[in-house]
């Protein structure tokens, strides 16, 4: 599974982006959980949002809850992050990941995108 992620950019304290995720490589990638994660400098890896394959059921970080949509178009085999509402400390690099067997493990990873908000 090939992942490409996109979208990120800069932005004011308040606003929004929207960041893409596009799966391929492997025909059922549309059955496969997918993951947004960040990392800041100087700072661990952390979870941000999940969507299971069917899209019927999400996950968010408490940061994020509320600002932040995860969604899913399974015909495009793209995954998104709506991000509302942003604050400087949401600046990373965000990575989508994809975890095959809906366990939690994630074995598919994007190359990451620069996602910075000024105060």
């Known amino acids: 599974v090939q992942l490409q992620a996109s979208g990120g950019g800069l932005v004011q304290a308040g606003g929004s982006l929207r960041l893409s995720c596009a799966a391929s490589?492997?025909?059922?990638?549309?059955?496969?959980?997918m993951g947004w994660f960040r990392q800041a400098p100087g700072k661990e890896r952390e979870f941000v949002a999940a969507?299971?394959?069917?899209?019927?059921?999400?996950y968010y970080a408490d940061s994020v809850k509320g600002r932040f949509t995860v969604s899913r178009d399974s015909a495009k085999n793209t995954v998104y992050l709506q991000m509302g509402s942003l604050k400087p400390e949401d600046t990373a690099v965000y990575y989508c990941?994809?975890?095959?067997?809906?366990?939690?493990?994630?074995?598919?990873w994007g190359q990451g995108t620069q996602v910075t908000v000024s105060s």
């Open positions: 490589g492997r025909t059922s990638t549309t059955r496969v959980s």
């Open positions: 969507i299971t394959w069917s899209g019927s059921t999400t």
């Open positions: 990941a994809a975890d095959p067997f809906g366990d939690s493990v994630y074995d598919y």
